[in-house]
């Protein structure tokens, strides 16, 4: 069965850094977009960044532009989310998601919550000083 499975988060300092992984199974790898979302207390879900599996090519959330590096290993069946200059509004759960129902395919930013159906269990990233 698929699952994704996150790990690296933690408790930081305003403008530490972080490296997030998802490590993958039950699906080919290579042929999907992965993508990483975050939920803060009291808020929805929301798109953080997404990579493609064939060309690698990114997508960031304004919020996370010039802060965070999207990058995988196909060899791995792993995605990381390299988190830079942190601040205390990016405290969340961060969740890496495969958006693996029909008529997506390799493509970014994955589409809504409403319809990925594939995630992982979210690991906790705290800023706090």
């Known amino acids: 069965q698929v699952q994704l499975v996150e790990s690296g988060g933690g408790l930081v300092q305003p403008g530490d850094s972080l490296r997030l992984s998802c490590v993958a199974s039950g699906f080919v790898f290579g042929d999907y977009a992965i993508g990483w979302f975050r939920q803060a207390p009291g808020k929805e879900r929301e798109r953080v960044s997404c990579?493609?599996?064939?060309?690698?090519?990114?997508y960031y959330a304004d919020s996370v532009k010039g802060r965070f590096t999207i990058s995988r290993d196909n060899a791995k069946n792993t995605v990381y989310l390299r988190m830079s200059s942190l601040m205390p509004e990016d405290t969340a759960i961060y969740y890496c998601?495969?958006?693996?129902?029909?008529?997506?395919?390799?493509?970014?930013?994955?589409?809504?919550?409403?319809?990925?159906?594939?995630w992982g269990q979210g690991t906790q990233v705290t800023v706090a000083s």
């Open positions: 998601a495969a958006d693996l129902l029909p008529g997506w395919g390799d493509r970014c930013p994955l589409r809504s919550t409403s319809i990925v159906r594939s």
């Open positions: 990579i493609t599996g064939s060309d690698q090519g990114t």
